[in-house]
């Protein structure tokens, strides 16, 4: 029955997305939670940030990217429905580089106790770099090198047909990606 419910809420806001609305990702999960609306975080990211110092779980890798300056803050973000990617925890974030909007979504996958969900999303990233939910269209994704953490990335500037690779925008989500997938290695 909620996955009955969920796909109804899903068409819905699907419909709202196509005719221009607000977007509302399928898995949002906490409605009292407010996204965090940074000022624009255009500093450099700092090299010499480690990720040994962070603890091996999502709120680690929150703090990293934190540290990193992709983030403003931990505080501010919305808990998303990670079982519907079969993770175990998840996090929305909202930020600003260079005047674009991102979104940042992590969710970190329990590997010793995996589901066939969890099978399924993560062969299929690890495949196409994409996965779907509930029929929605594809949603491009990263997983980490060790296989625990999950990363969607949005960034309103980045064309996703014919990407500038010479923007500022493009090299840093490229520079977040590798960042992401290096993260406790």
Do not use: W
């Amino acid at each position: 029955m909620k996955r009955i419910l969920t796909a109804i809420l899903c068409a819905g806001i699907l419909a709202v997305t196509a005719v221009g609305c607000s977007y509302n990702d399928a898995l949002y999960k906490d409605g009292n939670s407010s996204s965090q609306t940074s000022e624009d975080s255009t500093q450099p990211t700092t090299s010499s940030v480690k990720d040994d110092k962070y603890g091996n779980d999502l709120d680690g890798l929150v703090d990293y990217f934190v540290a990193k300056g992709y983030l403003e803050s931990k505080d501010g973000s919305i808990k998303m429905d990670a079982s519907a990617i079969g993770a175990k925890e998840g996090k929305k974030f909202a930020a600003k580089y260079a005047g674009s909007n991102i979104i940042i979504e992590l969710y970190s996958y329990d590997t010793k106790k995996t589901n066939s969900t969890a099978d399924e999303i993560v062969k299929s990233v690890k495949d196409n770099g994409t996965f779907s939910i509930y029929g929605l269209p594809d949603v491009t994704a990263y997983l980490s090198d060790n296989g625990n953490y999950l990363m969607i990335y949005t960034d309103t500037a980045i064309d996703k047909t014919n990407p500038d690779k010479n923007s500022d925008n493009y090299k840093h989500r490229e520079q977040v990606i590798k960042d992401f997938k290096a993260f406790k290695k």
